[in-house]
Structure formats: structure tokens, C-alpha cells
């Protein structure tokens, strides 16, 4: 810690221009500065770059509300948040991953949606689940 600013070494041995860094937090902010040494030993003053934010992850879309509805089908709630396109899917065996069929979609928005299964009557179970490819 240097007045309030943590410091700490990522790479060393580094023999090229570029370098990648992992694990960062969405929606944090970070200033990188670099310095070199020569074969004497002698290291030089740290230079800094930019200061870099990374791109906060968006939030998946989730289901919650289900319930019958009242022409017969099933209905639940998409909350939806600026994420890619959601696909909604159905299966009445959760247990075989190719059983999953997409029975709607839903364009990128922020906001809740109610969705209707009008086909839901005619299974004895389903499952259900979102999808943000």
C-alpha cells in the first residue's frame, strides 16, 4: 500500500511488448505502470498508462413468479438486465442436456417480462430455464 494505492508485481521476465492480466474485477478501476531493468541491474522510473475500467459482466436473466395461467398454459416472470438476447427454454427431462427446446426469446431490454407457456397444459412437468448466450 503506497498512499492509499495498492501495489504488486504481475509479471516479471516479461521480453515482450504486451502482457495479459486475469482476474480483474467487473467494474473495477486500475492504473498499470511498468519499469525495466537492464542487464547491469540498473531499473528504471515507473511508467504509467492510462487508467483502465473493466466492463462490468451483465447481470443473467432469471425466472421467478411461475404459476398457471388462466388460458391454460403456464406463466412466468423474466427479469431481464441489458444482457444479449435471451432464449427461454422448456424440457419435461432437466436430466438429458439435449432435451432443452427454446420456446421463446426475448431482445436485449432492461425490464421485467411475463412470459405464457400457452403449450405448458399439455405436459405433465416441465422445467424450465433462461438462456444468454
Do not use: C, E, K
Request: zero cysteines; a neutral charge.
Amino acid at each position: 500500500m503506497n498512499n492509499g494505492t495498492t501495489s504488486a508485481s504481475y509479471a516479471t521476465g516479461i521480453t515482450s511488448t504486451t502482457a495479459t492480466i486475469s482476474g480483474l474485477v467487473p467494474g473495477s478501476s486500475h492504473s498499470w505502470g511498468v519499469r525495466a531493468y537492464d542487464a547491469a541491474g540498473n531499473v528504471s522510473p515507473f511508467d504509467y498508462g492510462g487508467q483502465v475500467i473493466v466492463n462490468s459482466a451483465p447481470t443473467p436473466a432469471l425466472l421467478s413468479d411461475g404459476a398457471p395461467s388462466r388460458s391454460g398454459g403456464f406463466q412466468f416472470t423474466v427479469q431481464a438486465s441489458a444482457v444479449p438476447t435471451t432464449l427461454i427454454q422448456a424440457t419435461s427431462s432437466p436430466a438429458g442436456p439435449t432435451s432443452w427446446t427454446t420456446i421463446g426469446t426475448i431482445l436485449p431490454t432492461n425490464g421485467t417480462f411475463i412470459f405464457t407457456d400457452t403449450n405448458g397444459s399439455q405436459f405433465d412437468i416441465r422445467f424450465y430455464r433462461v438462456i444468454s448466450p
